[in-house]
């Protein structure tokens, strides 16, 4: 069974920052390529950025420079690190196994003051 499962989100104010943690589990476990996704409300689903274990982190340019992507390997564990976040943040954030349809059930990220 994969399992992928996301913490972290919640409200916060415009220029404050959150972490998101997604962690793999069952089948997931030691998953080379994660991604993160996040869809606002009325629009599409979009790429934000994929964590691989043999290779760095790339990132979508809309979030280039304010968000940062980790990985923890022995935790299994991929986190969103998001700084100087805009209302416009305001989305439901997933993560996802790259190349599969396995996702997490996502997590709120609400930017408002």
């Known amino acids: 069974q994969v399992l992928l499962e996301e913490s972290g989100g919640g409200l916060v104010q415009p220029g404050g920052s959150l972490r998101l943690s997604c962690v793999a589990s069952?089948?997931?476990?030691?998953?080379?390529?994660l991604a993160w996704y996040r869809q606002a409300p009325g629009l599409e689903r979009e790429w934000l950025g994929a964590s691989s274990l043999d290779g760095g982190p790339t990132y979508a340019d809309s979030v280039k420079g304010r968000f940062t992507i980790s990985r923890d390997s022995i935790k299994n564990t991929m986190y969103l690190q998001m700084n100087d976040l805009k209302v416009e943040d305001t989305a439901v954030y997933f993560c996802k196994i790259a190349g599969t349809n396995y996702w997490g059930k996502g997590i709120l990220v609400n930017v408002s003051s």
């Open positions: 069952g089948s997931a476990t030691g998953v080379n390529v």
